[in-house]
């Protein structure tokens, strides 16, 4: 007998999926990284199910490869050969959601935008907002510390982390964390595991934070400028002068080109930035007028200030869609670099400096109050990797990134894509630290082999 034909038996009816085609549908994420051959898919419903899956992964030695949504871009939740991918978009509960408390207990298919509903239900927020919130799952958020447009503020998904249930490599449930918003018993195992892209264990639920929702809907501003340089020098200033945004978010010529080809948002000719901001605060629309006031000292040709919700959705809209208007232009090598917030402007000066020095096509977006740029390389459709001209482009923009005293990734994850650059960074010692933790909770290395460390 076959080893997927032992857990086909172990688990509950329509749980495994062997069928070619279909496995395949399940092998990537948004990536254009070609994935593997995986042995079948586990549509997990249950903690059981995962316990069960991970026993008998033990026992036949065989890799698996957690899963959320598939929204990641960094290669993290591609299928390797010969592995089980493990789904855990069907488990979708929220099991428990405390106003008192504001907490939430989720399970890690919970789409993060059903949460954040859920929770406004009783006057609440949930805070981490990736752009992809309405697709992607917090479990995926959990795994890729994800952070999101709301992060200016609130923090990354690690700050609304409180604690995990997480099923071991070898089947065994370990409970992380605490209910409460302080608790410093033992090691922080929760922020070890959130972030660690599946290569530690399986997240099978999560005690989230909440937050009080604004009382009144945010003010947004969308300001145009005649350079990167000087929307660069604008958010500088409004976070000298203790705005406190709850969203700071940054688009350059060529994304706000792609955009507008597709949308036609009436883009100026020489509109070569636009910064989109917004103010949460119970004197929204005031703080929003002095962040339009700080704009315009900085050289913004033109300020627009939303009247209404409607109007502020729709300019969150805009940056929602630099994503998807750059696929249409090709496939992407979506990176992410963070530097400190004062090296925001010198930062992009050196992805403008990359574009042109290797005839490279880059839409950079970024989250610009904590300094989180996001230079999306764009190639030819059906390559199966960016040609040389594009790595050597990427390889300037994180070498620069390192330099200004940045990292590699402020969101995405490691995945498959960044492992080139990943010594860089961490170095020989911390390199094996890393792999002494890894080795620790997972010493066969079947849980998502060579993503992540």
Known sequence: MRPIDALVAALPPGRVVTDPDVADSYARDRTFVEPGKPLGVVLAATREDVVTTMRWASEHRVPVVPRGAGTGLAGAATATDGAVVLSLARMTAIRELSPADEI???????????????????????????????????????????????????????????????????????????????????????????????????????TVRLRQAPAQPPATFAAEFGSLREAGAAVAAIMAAGCQPSLMELMDRATLEAIDDWRNIGLEPGTDAMLIGQSDASDSQ???????????????????????????????GVRRMAYHAGERLGACLVEDVCVPRSALPEMIGAVEAAAAAHGAKILTVAHAGDGNLHPVFIFEHGLTEPPANVWAAADEVFTRALELGGTLTGEHGVGLLKQRWLALEAGPVTQEVQQGIKAVFDPLGILNPGKAI
Do not use: W
């Not at 690690?158 to 918003?181: F, K, Q, W």
């Not at 627009?304 to 959705?313: D, N, T």
């Open 104 to 206: 939430a207990v989720v399970e890690p298919g919970v789409i993060t935008a059903d949460l954040d509903r859920a929770a406004r239900e009783h006057g609440l927020m949930y805070a981490p907002d990736p752009s992809s919130y309405e697709i992607s799952t917090i479990g995926g958020n959990l795994a890729t510390n994800a952070g999101g447009l709301r992060c200016v503020k609130y923090g990354v998904t690690r700050d609304s982390a409180l604690g995990l249930e997480v099923v071991l490599a070898d089947g065994r449930v370990l409970n992380t964390g605490r209910r409460t918003m302080k608790g410093v018993t033992g090691y922080d195992l929760t922020g070890l595991f959130v972030g660690s892209e599946g290569t530690l264990g399986v997240i099978t639920a999560a």
């Open 286 to 316: 005031a703080v929003v007028e002095r962040m339009e006031a700080l704009c315009v000292e900085n050289g913004a040709s033109f300020v627009a200030v939303s009247s209404s919700p409607q109007e502020a959705e729709e300019l969150i």
